[in-house]
């Protein structure tokens, strides 16, 4: 179990109620993570609190509900937990099962502001109105990259779409739900939970259903309301978030309910990780229900840090009770992809004791330098699958440094600081048959001279004041002269030698840099230029480059796998 998996378990957990398997799974997880550790055990002193607050009106006699016969049946032999204590004296009226968890929480606001009561008590409204939800469809906006963890955010990329579809069922096996964004899919079909990472071609599949995986388990949490109660309120009164309510008119002219909490991670301002991750996030939940039918109608999330709140989130389409298209639970896989190990399914190899008795650093080492050497069999003993991507841009790479390891409250692995110099291999296709009749870039080829990436003259090359100049540059020169622009950053100029979309868009990507505080001239890289050569098979210029980039950052490894080797988790890039 990763953190956010064992967090939706922490509950149940604390009052006995896990199968014996989830169960070992979630502790064996909290002897790991200090972060979970220490949330769990928050859990389980609100858990003493309300009991003790059951046993105290334990003279009131009234009649025992349906939420306690449905625990007994289910959870032999029954034991005393929160829900059970409370029903058994009396709270329940012989309420349906979804109406007697809105009562013990209204019966646990008693005891606190009117306010918070009130917002506590309008989301437990929320979660009746669906009491009986079969399916949800959720659209909404996150700050995030498009091919990202599904809770990755970043507060300075642009909004993305992000879309889940569940169809919900009492029995797992008819369960059935899929969560996308652009560059990342994930479908769970009742049998198997798939993942496809599009642009990588990399797949992960797990051979059974799931209630959630692969980080979607922020977004799962808002589409089943019972577990929005659960969470929000409960991790509200154990950490001390802070809850409000207010009542607004709509653009529509309905009354809305308003609920707004202040979320903490418990995630320490420096430390490694922080607002990177959904639940690493310290944030301002804004929750929108229609005052009359007491729907949920729309959810606003806000990253809150030092510089100011940002918005991360948006969601403005919940569809309830929708037919869904079968098609949703299927998933186009490509021929191709490279499907990536699980952790409880690496293999121990004959030697495997030499590389569990490595430690953090050595094992990081060991991956960059089988990675120089091009040894893929080796470095597939640190990461899998190693693609054809990786081995063109991790190929021949170059260690400058690496520094002493640290752990992260984000992360229940390690994190290792690195330096390393990266060269990646271009072959660049030039023309001058244009009016201005001076070599400009037309596309990118790999190795064999086809074409990777076109670039597109939509009026061609113009004709410069000085364009006799640029005219008698060869090929070779003409990319030189674009790579020195480049390096400079001297927009104008790369013009003259690359689409004016083109070039705008590397600007944008280093006003994003700068924007974030980094340098883009030490992030983005160098280009040196080759050779030119002509292709009378192709009938046209080419170009050999080299893109050199220095990359400084921290690799994510663990070692929590069934060979307990070193694994590489994330943290490079090419």
Known sequence: M???????????????????????????????????????????????RLIARGQAAAGVRMVESVMSRIRQEQFKPERETIMS???????????????????????????????????????TQGAQAVARLTSIHLRGQLRTEPNDNFSGINPDADFCTIELWKQFAPDIKDLKWRVEKPGRVVVMDGKTTVMLIKPAKMGVKVEQPTASAFDTEWLQRIANLSNTISNEVKNARAKGWKVSMAEETGADGKAKSVVTILAKSGVPDNEWGKNWFYDSADTRRVYRFDAQSKLLESVRIYLVRPAGEVQIFDLSQIDFNQAIDAAEWTLDVPADVNWAGLPDKLPILPDNDKYVSMTAEQAARAFFEACARKDWNEAGKFMSPITEDMKTGLGGVEIVSLGESFASKTYGGRFVPYEIKLSREMIVRMANTNAAHRYVIMGVCDSNLESREELHWTNGPAVLPDNDAYARLSPAEAMKAYAAAFARFNWDEMKKFAPDYDVEHDKAQCAEIEKSGQDAHKLLPQIEVGEAFWSAEQSGWFVKCRLVQDRAWNLAIRNDNAARRWQVDGGIGW
């Open 85 to 123: 204590r409370l029903m058994k004296h009396g709270w329940g009226f012989g309420l349906s099962a979804a109406a007697g968890a809105a009562a013990i929480v209204s019966i646990i606001l008693w005891t606190m502001p009117n306010a918070q009561a009130a917002a506590e008590a309008v989301m």
């Open 2 to 48: 990763n953190c956010a998996e064992s967090r939706d378990y922490f509950i149940a957990c604390a009052e006995g109620l896990l199968q014996e398997d989830q169960a070992r799974q979630c502790r064996a997880h909290l002897e790991t993570c200090a972060s979970c550790r220490e949330e769990y055990e928050a859990i389980s002193r609100l858990q003493q």
